[in-house]
């Protein structure tokens, strides 16, 4: 049994935040929309239909005065045959950033 100060360790982490992953990411898209990528030195096929997510839904509040600047990208489950994870990924110059990865 683990003690109350060890309760919530973990070896993987469940979800990966943004800017702790600093590998390369490149995503090839077909009309627009992610299918397959690079990730962590593997080739990743996308298993299911992407979602678009970003920052045009979101709701400021009144007071502030200057909200972060807009950004879109894609939610998606990726596989590399041996392990399936969920991606959060968005746009940034000509490049991507991987926002989370959820197992």
């Known amino acids: 049994m683990r003690t109350i100060e060890h309760m919530f360790d ?3 982490p469940a979800v990966e935040q943004a800017g702790l992953d ?6 090839w898209l ?7 990528l690079f990730w ?3 080739r990743w096929r996308i298993v299911d239909t992407p979602t678009r997510i970003g ?3 979101a ?5 502030l005065t200057h909200p972060p600047a807009g950004w879109s990208g894609w939610r998606f489950t990726a596989s590399d045959g041996a392990s399936t994870q969920v991606l959060d990924v968005r746009a940034i110059g000509s490049g991507w950033q991987l926002l989370a990865a959820y197992d």
């Open 10 to 12: 973990t070896i993987h």
């Open 22 to 27: 600093t590998s390369s990411l490149t995503i």
């Open 30 to 36: 077909l009309d627009g929309v992610p299918v397959r």
């Open 40 to 42: 962590r030195g593997r």
């Open 55 to 57: 920052s045009a839904d």
């Open 59 to 63: 709701v400021w509040h009144p007071a």
